[in-house]
T-cell receptor
């Protein structure tokens, strides 16, 4: 069966510090991968998605970036965090061929102080 | 283009009462429709999905939803609310024709009173 992991679960970082959040999927190949953010009291905001290694599409211009160095690994990064980057970050995957539903990871709670 | 509107950011019911969460969609082609549930500090979990088969879809935890093309709706219902149903619920639509980017509604917070 397929499993999706995210780490860390929680993170408290000062403004201006770098960020690296990691997501890995097990038990599948060639998944579509997604990064979402939930700000307090708001819905899901799609940040990035990827349909293959090295292929990243950005939905919202910001100081965040994403990379997919391996088929089942998706990394969200920032060189300098802003207060507005605080939120709940969710990674998700969808089968690359014939899939329709997304499967979400447990999320990372990021607080920028 | 596709969009989703969830009517009501908060819905409050008593334990044992009917749950009705509303979702209306817009899609230029026959859609795929989804309901997800999110418990506090957790990821989203699929409740049910409509993918052009039966219009009445049954999901986990006693929830069901009916696809009504004429009303462009996909409302979520449960006959009797339980305290454990308190969570955030998201409706999503996907244009399956070459699209793998679902569009999510803003979510509805379900509050269950004892």
């Amino acid at each position: 069966s397929q499993t999706i992991h995210q780490w860390p679960a929680t993170l408290v970082q000062p403004v201006g510090s770098p960020l690296s959040l990691e997501c890995t999927v097990e038990g599948t190949s060639n998944p579509n991968l997604y990064w979402y953010r939930q700000a307090a009291g708001r819905g899901l905001q799609l940040l990035f998605y990827s349909v293959g290694i090295g292929q990243i599409s950005s939905e919202v211009p910001q100081n965040l970036s994403a990379s997919r160095p391996q088929d089942r690994q998706f990394i969200l990064s920032s060189k300098k965090l802003l207060l507005s980057d605080s939120g709940f970050y969710l990674c998700a995957w969808m089968p690359g061929l014939g899939g329709d539903e997304q499967f979400f990871g447990p999320g990372t709670r990021l607080t920028v102080l | 283009a596709q969009s989703v509107t969830q009517l009501g950011s908060h819905v409050s019911v008593s334990e044992g009462a009917l749950v009705l969460l509303r979702c209306n969609y817009s899609s230029s082609v026959p859609p795929y429709l989804f309901w997800y549930v999110q418990y506090p500090n957790q990821g989203l979990q699929l409740l049910l999905k409509y993918t052009s088969a039966a219009t009445l879809v049954k999901g986990i935890n006693g929830f069901e939803a009916e696809f009504k093309k004429s009303e462009t709706s996909f409302h979520l219902t449960k006959p009797s609310a339980h305290m454990s149903d308190a969570a955030e619920y998201f409706c999503a639509v996907s244009d399956r024709r070459g699209s793998y980017i679902p569009t999510f509604g803003r979510g509805t917070s379900l509050i269950v009173h004892p």
